[in-house]
Structures are given as structure tokens and as C-alpha cells.
């Protein structure tokens, strides 16, 4: 049987070895029935969602996954348990870092957006204009950036990223996936 | 012979000497240690765990040591060690069961990767499990603490074993963990449930452990299939809410709650890709632990008058039957 | 307008679920999740590579979709973002 390393698999076949062309053709071919039956196109192409492979590395410090089920930090032998506080954490208002005149405050460098007024889109320069209060309602990735915002203004240098930088992550296409999983799976470890 | 046949003093001989050995699931561990708080915890929570004679193979050698220097006296500290490391920095000693407990998981979720390992609560009844993803704040332990005196079977409450040749669950059933308010909320729930003392202060709030009942570790060495994933969410003033999760996203949610997926590479895939296709998959939300009983009560007895388990998805949301005791008994 | 090919080096293992798919690629260890205009997609080049006209053709045909130019449109993004996850590179344009 021959059969190019790139032909996807069938559904129901459980190896990892590739089928010949012509179950190539019938998942084409399944695929494509489902896509739209008449006038509107069915599925508007949405993002791609990946999930890297491994932690990522950062200034030198590899965060470790041990964090996770534990409560307690790895010690400093070349890895850092990275921590971060959760979407549940912050969504408090009151847990929010404040400014001189007590309101509640994230920051991008030196530059202070309001929880209360300031939209995401106002922070990150592109997305949702939501104001950021609002992004906590309903949980997107959108709200995962202001945590990873928050983190970093927290921990500081203990954190993997400063603030200007997680902003250049969104900014960039080719980052923003990697680093939204980055923090959704290794960087909102702790809800106290 | 179990760890309840030894009196309290020749428990804290075992530790303070050639350590306790004793099984949980598939795992023996070696403990050692001269504090009191790890000898009082293990003597009350592990009662009814089989302890392992000197000659067996021992998968894990963990020492609960003192602080060095100062730290032995002033501020005294709790150390980890396991095979010769210190993998984690120390801690105030009156936390040394807590970290018990964390390094046990730390030593199974680093190295057990005979398995592929989730982060995760499983409970099974009937032979169907359920597996409950555990991102912080999710609710799940408290959860699973709930639903192990309403006839449900513990696996595990923070490590989902899946073996990857035959994609089935296996059991630690270990003790579970909880933390803050819900220390309360299931000492109300069910007042039987016996925790150890709760330790304050620590990364994560006040923290105990619960002793898991005696039937679920004589059922111990039972796998089971999975038969539904459940993403809880606990959510205050919520009405319990069960609604379908696209597979595709659960098996995404899956990985990234996976201690050791990247480390199986394509066999990590096939296995949660088969999970997925033979369960339902879930987001719960809940605030009110009766109704959630409710709803995996009707869970399972849906499973029962379907018969098949075939991972058939459910079209729509799911409401909860009015709140009411499914199941008065804590055995199966 | 160029015609893409699959990247030679991916090794894929696919998962169909109504309307998304899940792939898990050896080469990488990435495993991503795409809806199923992406996921069409990566089965045509997959079998010979493609210009993304050719494509909107064909689905338009085995697919009974209509307005082709904003079916174009959705082909022309789904192989951009291919092409920035590193699955698929041009080859010479086709005359």
C-alpha cells in the first residue's frame, strides 16, 4: 500500500499509519458534506486552537508543571515552578493591584488602564471592546490575557514575561496561540 | 496487614527508623520521617491501607526531614525528599502532611508515565467512570468529596491513571484533598466524613485532607472505563447545569490538563482520542451540592436505561430534577 | 495565485467530530484543534497541492456551497493561517 506520510488518517483508524488515497478521498469527502447544505457558507473559518508541546522557556527559567498539584515551589536548581494567580482570582475586583487614587488598575509598563473603564482593546491595541471588568463575566481568552497582564504586574520579575512583552505576544500572529496556552495551562496555578 | 493494625507508637517507630511502606493503587511508597503531624495524619487517614513488607519493590522512597541548621528549632521547617533530591522548597513544619500528600502526587505525576496521567478527579459506579478535570477553582474536589458518600466509588480525586493499552482507569484512591470553605461545606454535607486537622497558612489557604471510606479501598484494584468527562465549574448562586461540550474541545481541555501528554506523544493522542469517543463530555456548573448529586444521579441512571456506552453525545442542555436525596446509603 | 503543498515533514493523526477536528502531528508534538473548513482544506492539499481558487471550486461543487467569492475569501484565510503554522508553503505560481 502505498501512501503519502502526510495523508490524514481516518477517523476510525486507530494506527498511526497513513491510509492510501482513496480513504483520503472518503474523508474529503466527509468532511466536505458537512460543510454546507445551500446558500450561506456553514462554517466561517475559525482560529486554529494548538497546544504546544512543551513548556516554554524564558530569561532562563523553566517552568515546571510540578506547580500544578502541588502547593508548594520547586526549588531554584535551573527550574522555577512558575506560578500565577487564577481567571477566579482576579475576577474579585478588590483583588486587583490600585492606583493612587484607589482604583483598581492593570498596567502595560508604566502606562495604568481602569478595570472599570478601560477595554481590552485599549490595552492590547486590537480584540474585544469590552471593558475589562466585563471580560470576567464570561471567560474567554481575551480575559487569560488580562490575567497574564495581572500576573506579571504581581510577581514581577518572578513571573516569566513582563507586561510589554505579553502585549507583543497578542500582537503577534504567530506568538498568540503558543503563549495564550502558555499561560491557560502553566501560569494560573494558584486561587489564593 | 493493614496500617490500622499498628498502635500509634510503632507507627512513629516505622517512620522514624527504616521507614513505613505501604501501597496505594498501583504505587508503594517508602515514608520516613520524625514528625508527629506525618505519623497522626497517616495513622488516621490511612487506616485501612495495606501496608508492604520490607522485601517488595518500593516505587517511591519519600523522607518528610526536619529543616537543616536553625530551621530544626527556630521556625522549624518541613524538607522533601525523594531519591537523594530536594525538589521543593521547604515549609513550616506543622505543614509536613499537607506536603505529605503534595509530594506523593508530585512522585506519581513526574514518573508514572506507564500512564497517561490527568489532572483530575475520577469517581466510577456501575464500572462507568467519570472524569473531572481540575483547573484551581474549579470546585472538583469539593465535588468529589460529595459524591463519595452518595454511592459513588473514589479513583482518585487529583490523578486520573489511564492506561494506555487498554484505555482503562486505575485507582489510587487516596485521600482527598480540601481546602478553605469547603472544609465546611462537606462537614455539613456529611457529617461522618472524618478530615484530619486543617492546616493553615499554606500556599493554598486552610487545607485537610478526607479519609476516603473503606469500601471504596476494597474495591481498589478495580479499573473502570470512562464513560463521561465533566468539566465543573463552580459557580456561587448558580443552578446546577449540565450542557454538552463538543468533543474536539474536550480533548483539547483534556491535554492541557495533562501531566504527561507531550511525553507520550502519539500514544497520549490515540488514548485521550479514544476516551473522548466513548464518553459524553460535560461542562457543570453548580453552587448547591444536592442538585449537583442530582444530576449525576441522573446521569447514571440515564446509562442504565440506554444500556449502550458508546459515547453517544446528548443534543441540548440537561436540567436538573427538582433537589432530592438520590441515594441515602454509602455503599455500592 | 499559487499552489500549496503539504508540508512533507508532518506526520498527522486525525480525529473527526462533527463539525471540528482534532490532529495530533509526530514531527511537532503540536496538537491542534480545526474547524472542518480547515480541516477540508488540509485533506485536498494533502492528496496533491493546490491553488485556493481550485479549491473554492471544488468545494463549491462537492459541497453544493454557494457565494464563491466569500468562500474564497474563508479558503484564502484558512491557508494563511496553515501557512504560519508551518503546514503549507507555495510552490512556483501556476500559470
Not at chain 2, 7 to 24: E, F, N, Q, V, Y
Amino acid at each position: 500500500m502505498s501512501s503519502s506520510p502526510n495523508d490524514p488518517v481516518r477517523h476510525c483508524a486507530e494506527q498511526p499509519e497513513l491510509t492510501d488515497l482513496h480513504s483520503n478521498a472518503e474523508r474529503r469527502r466527509m468532511l466536505l458534506k458537512g460543510l454546507g447544505k445551500g446558500s450561506a457558507i456553514a462554517v466561517a473559518a475559525a482560529p486554529i486552537k494548538s497546544m504546544a508541546a512543551t513548556a516554554l522557556t524564558a530569561d532562563g527559567k523553566l517552568c515546571t508543571i510540578s506547580g500544578v498539584a502541588s502547593g508548594v515551589r520547586s526549588v531554584k536548581t535551573g527550574t522555577t515552578t512558575c506560578i500565577g494567580r487564577t481567571v477566579g482570582y482576579w475576577s474579585v475586583a478588590n483583588s486587583w493591584p490600585k492606583n493612587g487614587s484607589n482604583q483598581e488598575v492593570v498596567k502595560v509598563g508604566l502606562t495604568e488602564y481602569l478595570r472599570s473603564s478601560a477595554t481590552f482593546f485599549s490595552v492590547f491595541g486590537a480584540g474585544s471592546t469590552s471593558t475589562m471588568a466585563t471580560l470576567f463575566t464570561t471567560v474567554t481568552d481575551e480575559t487569560h490575557w488580562i490575567v497574564a497582564l495581572l500576573n506579571s504586574n504581581y510577581y514581577g520579575s518572578a513571573f516569566p514575561y513582563d507586561s510589554t512583552t505579553i502585549k507583543a505576544q497578542y500582537t503577534d500572529v504567530n506568538k498568540r496561540a503558543a503563549a495564550i496556552a502558555f499561560y491557560k495551562n502553566f501560569m494560573e496555578t494558584s486561587s489564593v | 496487614m493493614k496500617l490500622g493494625d499498628l498502635s500509634p507508637s510503632a507507627i512513629r517507630r516505622r517512620l522514624r527508623g527504616d521507614g513505613l511502606c505501604l501501597r496505594t493503587g498501583p504505587f508503594n511508597y517508602r515514608i520516613r520521617s520524625p514528625i508527629d503531624s506525618v505519623a497522626s495524619g497517616l495513622g488516621l487517614l490511612y487506616e485501612q491501607v495495606p501496608l508492604v513488607d520490607d522485601s517488595e519493590y518500593i516505587d517511591f522512597t519519600i523522607t518528610m526531614a526536619r529543616g537543616r541548621g536553625l530551621r530544626r528549632w527556630f521556625r522549624p521547617q518541613v524538607r522533601f525528599e525523594v531519591d537523594g533530591e530536594t525538589p521543593f522548597e521547604p515549609l513550616p513544619e506543622d505543614h509536613a502532611y499537607p506536603m505529605l500528600e503534595w509530594a506523593m502526587n508530585w512522585c506519581v505525576s513526574t514518573q508514572a508515565h506507564q500512564y497517561l496521567l490527568l489532572h483530575s478527579a475520577v469517581i466510577e459506579r456501575d464500572g462507568r467512570a467519570v472524569i473531572m478535570p481540575a483547573p484551581p477553582g474549579s470546585g472538583k474536589s469539593t465535588l468529589c468529596a460529595a459524591l463519595i458518600h452518595r454511592g459513588w466509588r473514589l479513583m482518585s480525586d487529583e490523578l486520573a491513571l489511564i492506561n494506555p493499552f487498554d484505555g482503562r482507569l486505575v485507582a489510587l484512591a487516596r485521600p482527598v484533598s480540601l481546602k478553605n470553605e469547603s472544609l465546611d461545606v462537606i462537614q455539613r454535607f456529611e457529617p461522618s466524613a472524618v478530615l484530619n486537622t486543617p492546616v493553615g497558612e499554606t500556599f493554598k489557604g486552610k487545607v485537610s485532607h478526607m479519609k476516603v471510606p473503606e469500601w471504596h479501598l476494597s474495591r481498589i484494584h478495580e479499573t473502570a472505563s470512562a464513560r463521561w468527562v465533566v468539566f465543573p465549574q463552580y459557580q456561587a448562586g448558580a443552578e446546577a447545569r449540565l450542557e454538552p461540550r463538543p468533543k474536539a474541545d474536550s480533548l483539547l481541555e483534556l491535554a492541557q490538563n495533562a501531566f504527561n501528554y507531550s511525553l507520550l506523544g502519539p500514544s497520549g493522542f490515540r488514548t485521550l482520542g479514544d476516551l473522548v469517543d466513548r464518553s459524553d463530555c460535560y461542562r457543570f456548573t453548580y453552587s448547591k451540592l444536592e442538585q449537583a448529586m442530582a444530576v449525576f444521579e441522573r446521569l447514571r441512571l440515564d446509562a442504565q436505561t440506554s444500556g449502550g456506552d458508546t459515547g453517544h453525545g446528548h443534543a441540548g442542555s440537561d436540567k436538573v430534577p427538582p433537589p432530592g436525596r438520590a441515594d441515602d446509603g454509602n455503599s455500592p | 495565485m499559487p499552489e500549496w503543498q503539504l508540508n512533507p515533514l508532518l506526520r498527522l493523526t486525525w480525529r473527526d467530530w462533527g463539525g471540528d477536528s482534532v490532529v495530533f502531528d509526530a514531527t511537532s508534538g503540536q496538537t491542534h484543534q480545526f474547524d472542518r473548513l480547515t480541516a477540508a482544506v488540509a485533506a485536498c492539499i494533502a492528496e496533491a497541492p493546490r491553488s485556493t481558487r481550485s479549491l473554492c471550486d471544488q468545494f463549491a461543487a462537492e459541497a453544493g456551497l454557494e457565494h464563491p467569492e466569500q468562500l474564497l475569501q474563508a479558503i484564502d484565510q484558512v491557508v494563511d493561517r496553515l501557512h504560519l503554522l508551518g503546514w503549507v508553503r507555495p510552490l512556483a505560481t501556476a500559470s
